[in-house]
């Protein structure tokens, strides 16, 4: 089942993806959550941050997975994923660190990190919602466009589009990250739901490609089509491809 929610600015699409969100907090407290970093869901993560602290939301008995994490940042790296998660939500909610996990990005042995995490994820029990942005080239988490889709955690050498994309977070081309450890496109699967969210024109081809177009692991995102439970919360331009092809399928 996929549900295309449209906004009208990124703002109110953080609103609405936090609205997915709370729905779950509220019916399961102890909710376990799949989180991804990127531009794309800090709206959301505002939201919730600004909700919690009004006290209409908790985040104590949560537990979270992160998607992906760079190799060779410390999570004190102002760019490694830990750092942004600190930032952006564990450190303005009433999550407790401890039910808080990201792959190792300092890890001395890639394959023992790999099991490492996908015993990590293993032992949540399952992930009940799965927050996911989009990459250029149609990449979830770290996972880029493959011959096949990637089971559990695995170590990733990342393409020069993501290269190039992320390199606007970096004072130097050169300082940026040519590996990653990412959770595979098998456990994002597993969530019993996953929350696309995406902002943005650049976004607006891959996003129709992803959504209506052929299910490859050439596209990771196109997988989506076949989970059993979807949301989309977009805002107007990243939809505007979906909008001319298919506009019966998005909801404002
Ligand atoms: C990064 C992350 C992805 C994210 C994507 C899009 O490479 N690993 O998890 O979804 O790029 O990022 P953004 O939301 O900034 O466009």
Avoid: W
């Avoid at 792959?103 to 949540?124: H, Q, T």
């Avoid at 024109?201 to 990771?220: D, S």
């Amino acid at each position: 089942m996929l549900k295309i929610i449209a906004s009208e600015t990124v703002k109110e699409n953080g609103q609405r993806a936090a609205e997915v969100v709370t729905e779950l907090l509220r019916s399961k407290p102890t909710a376990v959550l799949g989180l991804a970093t990127g531009s794309s869901p800090i709206e959301m993560y505002t939201e919730l941050a600004r909700m919690c602290d009004k006290g209409e939301i908790s985040f104590k008995n949560v537990k979270s997975v992160n998607l992906d994490e760079y190799v060779g940042l410390s999570p004190e790296h102002d760019q490694s994923y830990a750092y942004f998660m600190r930032n952006n939500l564990f450190d303005k909610v009433d999550i407790d660190l401890k039910n808080t996990n990201l792959p190792n990005g300092l890890a001395e042995d890639p394959v023992a990190e790999c099991k490492r995490y996908d015993a990590v994820v293993e032992s949540m029990g399952g992930i009940d919602l799965q927050v996911l942005g989009i990459g250029l080239n149609g990449h979830i988490g770290f996972n880029e466009p493959a011959d096949e889709f990637t089971e559990g955690t695995g170590l990733v050498e990342l393409t020069q589009s993501t290269i190039d994309a992320n390199s606007r977070f970096f004072a130097d081309k050169s300082l940026v990250p040519t590996k990653a450890f990412s959770m595979g496109v098998g456990q994002i699967m597993s969530a019993d739901k996953i929350l696309l969210i995406a902002t943005g024109t650049a976004k607006a081809q891959i996003l129709e490609k992803a959504l209506f177009g052929e299910v490859t692991p050439r596209v990771p995102a196109s997988v989506l089509q076949t989970a059993k439970d979807v949301v989309v919360c977009a805002d107007r331009a990243a939809l505007s491809v979906i909008l001319e092809k298919h506009p019966e399928c998005v909801k404002f």
